[in-house]
Protein backbone atom coordinates (compact mmCIF):
# COMPACT_ATOMS: atom_id res chain seq x y z
CA UNK A 1 0.00 0.00 0.00
CA UNK A 2 2.55 2.33 0.54
CA UNK A 3 4.43 4.07 -2.81
CA UNK A 4 7.67 2.74 -4.13
CA UNK A 5 10.49 5.04 -4.08
CA UNK A 6 11.50 4.37 -7.87
CA UNK A 7 15.19 5.85 -7.96
CA UNK A 8 16.15 4.34 -5.14
CA UNK A 9 14.51 0.85 -5.88
CA UNK A 10 16.01 0.59 -9.21
CA UNK A 11 19.32 1.63 -8.42
CA UNK A 12 19.38 -1.07 -5.62
CA UNK A 13 17.97 -3.60 -8.59
CA UNK A 14 20.86 -2.68 -11.06
CA UNK A 15 23.90 -2.67 -8.03
CA UNK A 16 22.78 -5.22 -6.55
CA UNK A 17 22.76 -7.59 -9.36
CA UNK A 18 25.97 -10.23 -10.58
CA UNK A 19 26.53 -8.34 -13.39
CA UNK A 20 26.37 -4.86 -12.21
CA UNK A 21 29.58 -3.19 -14.38
CA UNK A 22 27.23 -4.19 -17.49
CA UNK A 23 24.22 -2.29 -16.21
CA UNK A 24 23.71 1.49 -16.72
CA UNK A 25 20.97 3.41 -14.34
CA UNK A 26 19.93 6.55 -15.88
CA UNK A 27 17.38 8.96 -14.41
CA UNK A 28 15.74 11.55 -16.10
CA UNK A 29 13.41 14.24 -15.02
CA UNK A 30 12.33 15.30 -11.77
CA UNK A 31 11.24 11.93 -9.60
CA UNK A 32 8.40 12.26 -8.21
CA UNK A 33 5.89 9.17 -6.47
CA UNK A 34 3.61 7.42 -8.41
CA UNK A 35 0.57 5.58 -7.00
CA UNK A 36 1.73 2.16 -4.98
CA UNK A 37 0.05 0.34 -7.95
CA UNK A 38 1.83 2.55 -10.99
CA UNK A 39 5.19 2.32 -8.82
CA UNK A 40 4.82 -1.76 -8.28
CA UNK A 41 4.44 -2.21 -11.66
CA UNK A 42 7.17 -0.04 -12.96
CA UNK A 43 9.19 -1.78 -10.38
CA UNK A 44 8.16 -5.60 -11.34
CA UNK A 45 8.71 -4.57 -15.03
CA UNK A 46 12.66 -3.45 -14.61
CA UNK A 47 13.08 -6.79 -12.12
CA UNK A 48 11.62 -9.08 -14.80
CA UNK A 49 13.60 -7.11 -18.33
CA UNK A 50 16.67 -7.88 -16.04
CA UNK A 51 16.01 -11.52 -15.55
CA UNK A 52 15.09 -11.64 -19.34
CA UNK A 53 18.04 -10.14 -20.56
CA UNK A 54 20.39 -12.38 -17.60
CA UNK A 55 18.41 -15.48 -19.19
CA UNK A 56 18.43 -14.48 -22.95
CA UNK A 57 21.64 -12.42 -23.39
CA UNK A 58 23.65 -13.01 -20.36
CA UNK A 59 27.10 -11.09 -20.46
CA UNK A 60 25.55 -8.48 -22.41
CA UNK A 61 25.53 -4.78 -21.69
CA UNK A 62 21.65 -3.96 -20.15
CA UNK A 63 20.62 -0.26 -19.92
CA UNK A 64 18.08 1.10 -17.64
CA UNK A 65 16.49 4.44 -17.34
CA UNK A 66 13.55 5.90 -15.77
CA UNK A 67 12.29 9.01 -17.32
CA UNK A 68 9.64 11.17 -15.39
CA UNK A 69 7.42 13.42 -17.91
CA UNK A 70 5.21 15.77 -17.60
CA UNK A 71 2.25 13.54 -18.25
CA UNK A 72 4.13 10.19 -17.41
CA UNK A 73 6.74 8.12 -16.35
CA UNK A 74 8.74 5.48 -18.69
CA UNK A 75 10.99 2.69 -17.88
CA UNK A 76 13.64 1.33 -20.59
CA UNK A 77 15.05 -1.38 -20.25
CA UNK A 78 17.56 -2.32 -23.44
CA UNK A 79 20.37 -4.93 -23.77
CA UNK A 80 22.69 -6.22 -25.88
CA UNK A 81 23.00 -8.69 -29.13
CA UNK A 82 21.41 -12.60 -27.84
CA UNK A 83 23.42 -15.17 -27.46
CA UNK A 84 24.46 -16.74 -31.45
CA UNK A 85 23.91 -12.94 -32.99
CA UNK A 86 27.06 -10.68 -34.28
CA UNK A 87 28.45 -9.23 -31.49
CA UNK A 88 26.62 -11.48 -28.71
CA UNK A 89 27.39 -13.50 -26.04
CA UNK A 90 27.60 -16.73 -25.66
CA UNK A 91 24.19 -19.29 -24.82
CA UNK A 92 24.02 -19.05 -20.89
CA UNK A 93 22.28 -22.08 -18.69
CA UNK A 94 19.05 -20.25 -18.02
CA UNK A 95 18.42 -19.92 -22.04
CA UNK A 96 15.94 -22.70 -21.72
CA UNK A 97 13.96 -21.95 -18.36
CA UNK A 98 11.04 -20.50 -17.72
CA UNK A 99 7.70 -20.42 -19.25
CA UNK A 100 7.38 -17.01 -20.88
CA UNK A 101 4.46 -15.51 -19.10
CA UNK A 102 5.99 -12.87 -17.52
CA UNK A 103 5.63 -9.98 -20.38
CA UNK A 104 2.13 -10.87 -20.87
CA UNK A 105 1.68 -10.85 -16.80
CA UNK A 106 3.03 -6.65 -17.36
CA UNK A 107 1.31 -6.04 -20.23
CA UNK A 108 -1.90 -6.79 -18.40
CA UNK A 109 -0.86 -5.24 -15.29
CA UNK A 110 0.52 -1.86 -17.41
CA UNK A 111 -3.14 -1.88 -19.15
CA UNK A 112 -5.16 -2.05 -16.14
CA UNK A 113 -3.27 1.65 -14.78
CA UNK A 114 -3.71 2.76 -18.42
CA UNK A 115 -0.58 2.53 -19.16
CA UNK A 116 1.45 0.60 -22.31
CA UNK A 117 4.44 -2.33 -22.36
CA UNK A 118 6.07 -2.40 -25.47
CA UNK A 119 8.84 -5.68 -25.89
CA UNK A 120 10.80 -6.31 -28.87
CA UNK A 121 14.03 -6.41 -30.91
CA UNK A 122 15.83 -2.98 -31.15
CA UNK A 123 18.94 -2.16 -33.23
CA UNK A 124 22.24 -1.83 -31.15
CA UNK A 125 24.24 0.90 -32.74
CA UNK A 126 28.41 0.29 -31.44
CA UNK A 127 27.60 -3.24 -30.56
CA UNK A 128 26.73 -5.03 -33.19
CA UNK A 129 23.63 -7.55 -34.09
CA UNK A 130 20.52 -6.95 -32.93
CA UNK A 131 19.43 -5.65 -29.23
CA UNK A 132 16.19 -6.00 -27.02
CA UNK A 133 14.00 -3.46 -25.34
CA UNK A 134 10.98 -3.31 -22.79
CA UNK A 135 9.46 -0.30 -22.51
CA UNK A 136 6.69 0.85 -19.48
CA UNK A 137 4.70 4.24 -20.18
CA UNK A 138 2.63 4.56 -17.10
CA UNK A 139 0.34 7.81 -16.33
CA UNK A 140 0.80 10.06 -13.33
Do not use: C, M
Amino acid sequence: ADPVDLPEALRALTIGDGQREKIGYELRGTPRRLAPEAGLAVYRTAQEALANARKHAPGAAVAVTLSFGEHETVLRVANGAPPGAPGGPPAGPLATTGGGYGLTGLTERAELLGGTLRAGPVPRQGEGGEGWAVELKVPQ
